[in-house]
């Protein structure tokens, strides 16, 4: 099985920022896709950021210029840098992971548990 390691949420404050990282954990061969997706209270969950195993990234429009996502595939492992934090970007945050694996189905889509990310004075 793979599991998605989680970390880095927490409290900011408004115009602040926060790294938040992601690690794959299991027999994993590479890495399809990898990336955050948020949720906050009575809304549906939208993209934030997903980058491929090859660098390639896409950005929801409202984290544009403040948010980088990038991955270090020799760890599985992928972050976001958000600067300039909003307080209607509190949101429970999800990583997402796409990942070729070792074993048999040999490619799998994986959820983290999410971590809460609240911007407040």
Not at 37 to 54: T, W
Not at 61 to 85: C, E, H, P, W
Request: net charge neutral; glycine share 12%.
């Amino acid at each position: 099985q793979v599991r998605l390691a989680e970390s880095g949420g927490g409290l900011a404050q408004p115009g602040g920022s926060l790294r938040l990282s992601c690690a794959a954990l299991g027999h994993i061969i590479s890495i399809n896709e990898m990336g955050w997706y948020r949720q906050a209270p009575g809304k549906e969950r939208e993209l934030v950021a997903v980058i491929s195993g090859g660098g390639a990234t896409t950005y929801a429009d409202s984290v544009k210029g403040r948010f980088t996502i990038s991955i270090d595939n020799a760890k599985n492992t992928v972050y976001l840098q958000m600067i300039n934090l909003k307080p209607e970007e509190t949101a429970v945050y999800y990583c997402n992971a796409d990942v070729v694996r070792t074993i048999l189905p040999r490619e799998g889509v994986f959820w983290g548990p999410g971590t809460q990310v609240t911007v407040s004075s």
